[in-house]
């Protein structure tokens, strides 16, 4: 077993235990289900080189029912069929824009948003074009369970800038891609994005 699978299952029993300590109806199973989330975060800091006490602080107290996180992303081709892509600050690496899903706001609210605020440019929003599931495929493991939701968009205004929090936006061809942020987008995911975005299929790929 590698170790992107342990962190997986150890992911899941990091979930049970937060579910049981929502629901636990006694002090006793309160105290099974505290110490199956610390045994968890131990394994966890033991596969990632990270301190328990980092792991604490990282996660927030679980007071519902845990569910996984949700990554929005706008694909976005120009008339030459080029990528548009955004430079991580975080990491120096390119990926197309995106971010967390914000409450109050609709997935495709999120994509426009994160499109102009990454790369200055306007879009709407075509249609959906997969949802991935991030265990699924193989990104750098990572503490958190996470949806990434990949919406199609057309260029309707703007020009082309890197926000504040980027380090540059461009758009580049599917042969000649830069060095990608692999924790947010993979290079086989932007080939199934472009192929999907080119086809004439209505129906969405998902997990």
């Known amino acids: 077993m590698d170790s992107k699978e342990q962190l997986n299952l ?72 080029e990528i548009l892509m955004a430079r991580e600050s975080i990491d120096g690496k390119w990926t197309i824009p995106g971010g967390w899903a914000d409450i109050g706001s609709t997935p495709s609210e999120i994509a426009i948003k994160e499109v102009e605020e990454e790369t200055g440019l306007k879009v709407e929003v075509v249609k959906l074009l997969a949802v991935y599931d991030k265990q699924v495929h193989p990104h750098p493991p990572e503490p958190y369970y996470i949806y990434k939701l990949n919406f199609l968009c057309k260029i309707v205004g703007g020009e082309l800038s890197p926000g504040f929090d980027m380090l540059g936006a461009d758009f580049f061809a599917l042969d000649n891609l830069p060095e990608l942020s692999e924790e947010r987008i993979l290079e086989s995911q932007l080939k199934h994005l472009y192929e999907l975005a080119k086809s004439s299929a209505s129906n969405v790929y998902f997990d």
């Open 10 to 81: 150890i992911k899941r029993i990091k979930a049970i235990s937060e579910t049981g300590l929502v629901y636990a109806q006694d002090l006793y199973d309160r105290e099974r289900y505290q110490e199956l989330q610390q045994i968890s975060l131990k394994l966890m800091s033991n596969i990632g080189d990270t301190s328990i006490e980092v792991l604490q602080e990282f996660f927030m107290p679980q007071d519902d029912y845990p569910t996984p996180k949700v990554d929005v992303r706008g694909f976005v081709l120009n008339e030459k069929d």
